[in-house]
């Protein structure tokens, strides 16, 4: 949705009040406290109900990210739209700047947007690609200054790839549904690779493309395994990681353009928004939408400006058939 439309459907409080109240309770409003949905009375120009049966008021706002906020839900939805048609991100200083909100405010509510990214979706099958890559700036240390008469090609340059101090984040794309799943994995091996792909993957009928990494050899005992030798070619027919390595592309410059610096700690937030975004982007009509709908259905996994929890409790939540 764009920000015109968005602006002539919901440019009132009231009007989105009312289309939250539509998605989360339908008809008849409920009690999140004690789920009472006969004995509620309507308080007026409050925007609030009272429950008569556990004596408590409430509002659509409830257990919801919306909750305890001072920020009107017109500008909580053009928040919400910009972050969605962005699809290689925006910066929580731009966010404020359109919006007309302080930075800090910005980044608190976009990290509450991100937590109704989290959806799980459907498991991934049919062709999916694996791989892996590597998020952090340039190390900072000192430039090693070599003679003159030390040639250049037997200089010793900051690893990159396998073996980087970088945080390894490993993906996995559908080439069918186009969806993306990815996830920050400390130790790349054959045990953990394997969790992540038992999580994500439909395992019958599912063939796997991968690259020769040696942690990617017992894959053969569990499904159908193909590999491309990156040292020799980056395609063979059909064998090839391309899909995987046009979202690490994505990621990567989006990351890049937009944000000065992501924390480790919250960097599986962002890796969830641009899944989420990746993985709806040949439904782009209904990103605005589900995002709504996941507004009101999760419960807020930040207060004060911390996570709740454990970060990769709330985002890697287990999955269900």
Not at 32 to 50: L, M, S, V
Not at 63 to 85: G, H, K, R, S, Y
Not at 248 to 274: C, D, H, M, T, V
Request: glycine letters at 6%; aromatic letters at 10%.
């Amino acid at each position: 949705m764009n920000i015109i439309e968005l602006h002539k459907k919901f440019n009132t409080q009231r009007k989105c009040i009312e289309h939250l109240e539509k998605i989360r309770w339908g008809k008849l409003p409920t009690c999140p406290y004690c789920n009472e949905q006969e004995h509620i009375a309507d308080r007026k120009n409050e925007f609030r109900y009272q429950c008569n049966n556990c004596g408590r008021s409430f509002s659509v706002l409830v257990d919801t990210v919306f909750e305890d906020t001072n920020m009107p839900l017109p500008i909580w939805f053009q928040l919400i739209a910009l972050m969605i048609n962005s699809k290689m991100g925006v910066s929580s200083k731009e966010l404020g700047r359109q919006l007309g909100i302080t930075q800090k405010s910005a980044w608190f509510n976009a990290m509450k947007v991100r937590c109704a990214m989290l959806d799980e979706g459907d498991f991934l099958d049919g062709i999916v690609e694996m791989d892996e890559a590597y998020m952090g700036g340039k190390p900072r240390k000192p430039v090693i200054k070599y003679p003159d008469n030390v040639p250049i090609l037997s200089r010793v340059y900051e690893k990159r790839g396998r073996g980087t101090r970088k945080v390894p984040v490993v993906g996995i794309v559908a080439r069918q549904s186009g969806q993306v799943a990815t996830k920050v994995i400390e130790k790349l091996t054959t045990r953990n690779l394997l969790a992540m792909f038992r999580r994500y993957v439909k395992e019958d009928g599912a063939i796997l493309i991968t690259d020769e990494f040696s942690s990617y050899k017992k894959f053969d005992e569990v499904v159908e395994h193909l590999t491309i030798d990156h040292t020799k070619e980056f395609a063979r027919g059909v064998i090839h990681t391309n899909t995987i390595e046009g979202f690490w592309s994505l990621l990567k410059n989006g990351i890049k353009g937009n944000f000065r610096a992501i924390s480790k700690k919250y960097l599986p937030f962002y890796l969830a928004e641009y899944s989420y975004k990746y993985s709806k982007r040949r439904r782009a009509d209904i990103g605005f939408s589900q995002t709504i709908k996941n507004a009101v259905a999760e419960d807020k996994c930040l207060v004060n400006l911390k996570p709740k929890g454990d970060v990769k409790k709330i985002v890697y939540k287990k999955k269900k058939l």
